[in-house]
């Protein structure tokens, strides 16, 4: 595979003021006419004589030059995914004419079709399956597009910015033609065609502009839309008063699309979205996927300035648009919803999936220094830790300087594709501060550890940190970080101690050196509340006493602080089972008064308590333990589970029985409560499932949830309670089947539910999902809520002890890699931890995918070879 490296990047030679797109659908083929105005671009002082244009998958007709035909081999030569223009002038018009065949495109890139509508997705270089062109983020074009199909079956024909004309063709066929004032990279092209409905609304600006909303979707779906509609219009009025952005264009439309490789995509004017993450009614969607399509909607508005207005001028800076989006769009829920309960999934989820990919095979800078395919790319790094790096930047600077910053980034750079230097260029300029140092974040890659030792002696209380990055792939030297570490100090009683003479209760101190002592006057030794609010991604080691850890859960008023305190207090019973040979029983002293303190507190925030409550995952587990045994780890966690359910039983069941709702509601408040219910039934479960409880009197409650349902969230709950731990479920599972069978994100659900019973025995099962008549090969949410499942959400099954699991990773691998290859690369990095495994599970993986190498297109490979270390 070709390597693109951030070291080589030059301006383009050329610049597209205007591009002017027909795009003629027809029955199995479709015309693309590209009208470009091309420039040479006075930045690159070499001049190079060849004009060069992306394209893939297209099959050229036509190549005039200011209305000269020209001649290929004498004019012209296609290079492989390249057209050369040798010799070209400085200022010309370029026409083409490309047939392309969207029927077959089922890769998802480019111009393809989802249920019988016509959509696209550009980002990152799929425009060049579109047609010729320049397709890098730092060329911005005015686009003028016009859209010819049969007017039954395509009523509907977007695209981005205002519609300009439209009208009635030959054959029952009509046209639209849409301009975008905005000149825009490539990757934020969009074009949709489709018989669709709408939901339609408006928002005034706050200089007083209408804005038309339109929300379109398959008309069975319509009613599915109003929960994204409010979350658009929260998210417009938000960006106004937080960020001071504003809308700019008359119109702002949302499509989705049931086929689709990622979430959702920003196209100006015009976001696709996967339907998992825009449509949502209580009958069909769980609580998770209602904060989901609140935070997706959200994050893609945001993204019309953080990535539209002002972009990225290369793929390497993805972070600048996607951290500083992500960041934009958890504030958003912080603000929608409770921040302590936010914030704390935030880092659940930085920690549990973020952090294992920085200490894997594929650890990578949040701004890589080099890719084969950019698509492989789009990581929690660059998100997850983006974010962080942004939020980090948010604290050292503070709000106002923070916001007068960001002020100046938009303003400074609008219309620009600019670097992640020129973000904290705008950082630094406003504040002061030199962020030269912090700037590794950047380009460093790998979890910071942070080691904390103390000492207490005649009223010192002495606090030694030091920071060391772990070796990663390529990078075995690590240069010490600007690190924030937020911190109190608490006293016997959980109250903070003042920490200097104004008495302060919180203070944040920057990190700069390999290791740095603190010194405070204390009159007791106190319980060290450290990296409150996660203040910055690292992973912190000291050496906390589980009486510590008590008192920071029952006092700590830090929600990441108490949420971590339990964290530890579960990853060491945990060990003491896994490691030390100790039983479940054997940690329910320690454990179970803590956990009831919980419990007494829960009505105070039910989402909170939650939280606080919950064991770790599997994965969480395992990657904690070195060499990884999944089934020691199930038989650990899952033993725990139904321990504690066994012995908290009565408070489990008054918890469920009080917390019973009379009528469906959708608010934050009620949905806390839903998960606190769920999370006491889920324990009552396991016990059950484990013979501790009566498993009847259990299945007879968990079954009503589903037999009455008020909403999806308890509909599903109850089936997942009853299908993972074996209690009777009588013929439940084949009644969803039949109920929700016109309802592809339910039915999504349904294979998951089954894709992750945990033991060995589920990998049999789901090759007999993906056998099943439902199953498509080609609808990626359908392959993530099997495959994806199995290989990341299902350790004990994936890592089944006979190689069964890995046989299956492996086909399923090799055979979306000839259908979407991107899908294929995302799915195998659930390989990746290869090498911390048990070496009789290791030898087996690596023969699997060794297997499936050859043969393995760009995307696949570029993981595969990470992960096998070649
Ligand atoms: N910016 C969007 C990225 C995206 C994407 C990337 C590669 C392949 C398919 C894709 N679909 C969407 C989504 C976002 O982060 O906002
Ligand atoms: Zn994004």
Redesign the pocket.
């Known amino acids: 595979n070709p390597v693109t490296r951030l070291a080589d990047y030059q301006p383009p030679a050329w610049l597209v003021p205007d591009t002017t797109l027909d795009v003629d659908l027809r029955d199995g083929h479709t015309l693309v006419t590209a009208r470009l105005t091309l420039r040479r671009n006075p930045e690159r002082a070499d001049k190079p004589e060849d004009l060069v244009l992306d394209g893939e998958h297209l099959e050229l007709r036509s190549l005039t030059l200011d209305g000269r035909e020209l001649n290929p081999g004498d004019d012209y030569r296609l290079d492989g995914p390249r057209l050369v223009i040798p010799g070209a002038p400085d200022h010309f018009t370029l026409t083409s004419v490309v047939r392309i065949e969207p029927e077959n495109n089922t890769a998802l890139e480019g111009l393809y079709r989802s249920n019988g509508m016509y959509c696209t997705?550009c980002?990152?270089e799929g425009f060049r399956r579109i047609t010729f062109f320049p397709d890098r983020p730092d060329v911005l074009s005015r686009f003028t597009t016009t859209i010819h199909a049969d007017k039954s079956a395509y009523p509907l024909l977007l695209s981005n910015g205002n519609p300009v004309d439209a009208g009635e063709e030959q054959g029952g066929r009509h046209y639209a033609t849409w301009e975008d004032p905005f000149p825009k990279p490539c990757y934020l092209f969009a074009l949709v065609a489709g018989d669709l409905a709408c939901l339609s609304d408006t928002f005034i600006t706050a200089s007083g502009r209408e804005v038309a909303l339109r929300l379109y979707a398959e008309h069975r779906d319509l009613d599915k839309l109003d929960h994204a509609m409010d979350s658009l219009k929260r998210a417009m009025a938000w960006d106004e008063r937080v960020f001071g952005r504003e809308y700019d264009l008359d119109i702002f439309q949302i499509v989705a699309v049931s086929h689709f490789?990622?979430?959702?995509?920003?196209n100006k004017g015009l976001n696709i979205f996967n339907t998992s993450c825009v449509l949502a009614h209580p009958d069909t969607t769980t609580d998770a996927a209602f904060e989901r399509v609140e935070s997706v909607v959200a994050?893609?508005y945001f993204?019309n300035w953080s990535g539209n207005r002002v972009t990225c001028r290369d793929w390497f800076q993805l972070s600048l648009k996607?951290g500083f989006?992500v960041f934009r769009d958890q504030e958003f829920s912080s603000d929608m919803n409770s921040r302590a309960v936010v914030r704390v999934e935030n880092v659940d989820f930085l920690v549990n999936h973020q952090f294992p990919e920085d200490q894997g095979p594929m650890a990578h800078p949040v701004r890589p220094a080099a890719y084969q395919k950019i698509?492989n790319f789009?990581t929690l790094t660059v998100y997850e830790k983006g974010a962080e790096i942004v939020r980090m930047q948010h604290e050292l600077l503070g709000a106002d300087d923070f916001r007068r910053a960001t002020d100046l980034y938009f303003e400074r750079f609008d219309g620009q594709a600019v670097t992640c230097d020129d973000f904290v260029a705008c950082m630094e300029e406003v504040s002061g501060l030199d962020l030269a140092q912090f700037k590794r974040w950047y380009s460093q890659a790998g979890t910071p550890v942070l080691t904390v030792t103390d000492d207490y002696r005649d009223g010192e209380y002495r606090l030694t940190i030091e920071q060391h990055t772990p070796a990663t792939p390529g990078e075995p030297d690590k240069q010490p970080l600007m690190i924030p570490v937020k911190l109190a100090l608490l006293d016997g009683q959980g109250r903070p101690l003042p920490l200097d003479d104004q008495g302060r209760a919180e203070t944040v101190v920057i990190l700069r050196e390999t290791r740095e002592a603190l010194s405070f006057q204390l009159p007791e030794r106190p319980t060290p509340s450290l990296l409150r609010g996660f203040s910055a991604p690292v992973s912190l080691r000291y050496d906390f006493s589980e009486e510590q850890l008590v008192t920071l859960l029952a006092h700590d008023t830090d929600g990441f602080c108490r949420w971590d305190a339990a964290q530890r207090l579960y990853f060491a019973a945990l060990a003491r089972i896994i490691d030390d040979g100790e039983s479940a029983a054997d940690q329910l002293p320690r454990l179970t008064p803590v956990l009831e303190r919980v419990i007494a507190r829960a009505d105070e925030d039910p989402a909170q308590a939650a939280l606080l409550l919950g064991l770790p995952t599997e994965n969480a587990v395992g990657d904690r333990h070195t060499p990884l045994r999944p089934q020691s780890v199930h038989q650990a966690v899952s033993g725990l589970r139904a321990a504690i359910g066994e012995a908290l039983a009565e408070h489990w069941w008054r918890l469920a029985k009080d917390l019973e709702a009379d009528a469906y509601q959708g608010d934050g408040a009620a949905m806390g409560r839903r998960r606190l219910r769920r999370l006491a039934i889920a324990y009552l479960a396991a016990a059950a499932g484990q013979g501790a409880l009566d498993a009847d009197q259990v299945a007879d409650y968990v079954a009503r949830d589903f037999d009455q349902p008020d909403c999806m969230t308890n509909a599903l709950g109850a089936l997942r309670d009853l299908v993972h731990n074996g209690l009777a479920q009588n013929g439940r599972l084949e009644a969803f089947a039949e109920r929700w069978a016109d309802e592809p994100l339910v039915m999504d659900q349904w294979f998951a539910v089954q894709a992750s019973v945990p033991g060995p025995d589920t990998v049999a099962r789901a090759e007999g999902l993906l056998a099943h008549p439902a199953f498509e090969w080609t609808l990626p949410n359908r392959v993530r809520a099997v495959v994806g499942t199995l290989v990341n959400g299902n350790p004990s099954a994936f890592h089944a002890p006979d190689g069964s699991g890995y046989a299956l990773f492996a086909r399923a691998l090799k055979k979306l890699d000839g259908i979407n290859p991107?899908i294929a690369a995302r799915l195998a990095s659930g390989g990746a931890r290869l090498k911390r495994l048990e070496p009789a599970l290791a030898d087996q993986l690596g023969a699997a995918l060794r297997d499936i190498r050859p043969g393995a297109s760009a995307n696949l490979a570029e993981v595969l070879d990470r992960i096998l270390g070649a």
């Open positions: 997705q980002e990152a490789n990622m979430g959702a995509m920003e994050h893609e993204h996607e989006t698509d789009y991107q």
